[in-house]
């Protein structure tokens, strides 16, 4: 499980990446208030996050970086606007956590054969073991 600095900076993160589009819509603030409560962050420190971001700290876990992966894969699609934009920074993100360009991709791919573009959790897990192993 991360720390809090740890999960801080994955909030913060996910607060700069719903605000790829200059604004934080209201389904994305409800969602990342969700994993906030998830990491045991306060509202306050929420709030705090939304005008002063922290610097990104890489998770030591592998597998914490898939779910962290996972939580945007379902963030770019909660308001059905995805952009480009929002896809290379999804793709580049996932880079920058040492996740396989590989998996990455076919996570991108199969993202547009789900309801709602939601890849679900088994699948995409089971496509980092894959290029895990």
Avoid: W
Avoid at 27 to 38: A, M
Avoid at 49 to 76: A, G
């Amino acid at each position: 499980m991360p720390n809090r600095v740890e999960k801080l900076s994955l909030l913060s993160e996910m607060i700069a990446f719903a605000k790829t589009d200059k604004k934080l819509k209201r389904i994305e603030c409800n969602f990342l208030l969700g994993i906030s409560k998830q990491l045991n962050i306060s509202r306050a420190d929420f709030d705090y996050l939304i005008e002063h971001p922290i610097n990104y700290v890489n998770l030591e876990s592998y597998s914490e970086r898939i779910v962290q992966f996972h939580r945007l894969v379902l963030l770019i699609d909660i308001d059905q606007e995805r952009t480009q934009t929002e896809i290379v920074k999804l793709y580049n993100y996932g880079l920058r956590m040492g996740l396989s360009h590989e998996s990455i991709n076919k996570v991108l791919y199969l993202m547009e054969g789900f309801p709602n573009m939601m890849v679900p959790a088994e699948v995409l897990i089971d496509i980092f073991k894959v290029q895990y192993n």
